[in-house]
């Protein structure tokens, strides 16, 4: 149970975390819920595993308190979102499933720039994805989509 103005959230794995309703409140999802409900007992978040959703509390902390100069916030986001790929992902899937529309603009942002002027091929060796097509079925893609490859 969380105190006077505390919440108190569980993830998906039953660890709980205490934070302040400011912090909270930077979640669309979990102020919907408060509002409903109240806090009188823990918020379950079954999509967000405790380690990122001790990632999010961290973001969510430094952006309500603090008082730095703008540049100096987005030079911590630039540090923040230095992770490896697969907590890049759930920072996206949390933050979309939690409505944090900083955060999700931020990780998202993020992965356009993994992206931003790599070829299909490139794109594919950093995700690690294959390629299902056959060479006919490349080769029109190719083909109906030129303006994508000029």
């Known amino acids: 149970m969380a105190r006077e103005g505390k919440v108190s959230l569980k993830?998906?794995?039953?660890?709980?975390?205490?934070?302040?309703?400011?912090?909270?409140?930077?979640?669309?999802?979990?102020?919907?819920?408060?509002?409903d409900i109240g806090t009188a007992s823990a918020i379950p978040l079954p999509n967000v595993s405790s380690k990122i959703l001790s990632k999010v509390i961290e973001y969510c902390?430094?952006?309500?308190e603090s008082q730095k100069p703008e540049d100096e916030i987005k030079a911590w986001d630039q540090e923040f979102v230095k992770v490896d790929q697969?907590?890049?992902f759930d920072l996206i899937l949390a933050a979309n499933y939690l409505h944090?529309?900083?955060l999700l603009y931020l990780t998202c942002q993020t992965l356009a720039g993994m992206i931003?002027?790599?070829?299909p091929e490139e794109?594919?060796?950093t995700f690690n994805i294959k390629n299902d097509f056959t060479p006919e079925e490349e080769e029109e893609a190719r083909?109906?989509?030129q303006w994508a490859f000029e």
């Open 61 to 64: 902390e430094y952006h309500v």
């Open 143 to 145: 083909r109906e989509n």
């Open 100 to 102: 944090n529309k900083n």
């Open 116 to 119: 931003k002027g790599k070829n």
């Open 11 to 35: 993830s998906s794995d039953d660890e709980l975390f205490d934070v302040t309703e400011a912090v909270a409140f930077e979640s669309g999802t979990i102020k919907n819920i408060v509002e």
């Open 86 to 88: 697969a907590t890049l």
């Open 123 to 125: 794109i594919r060796k």
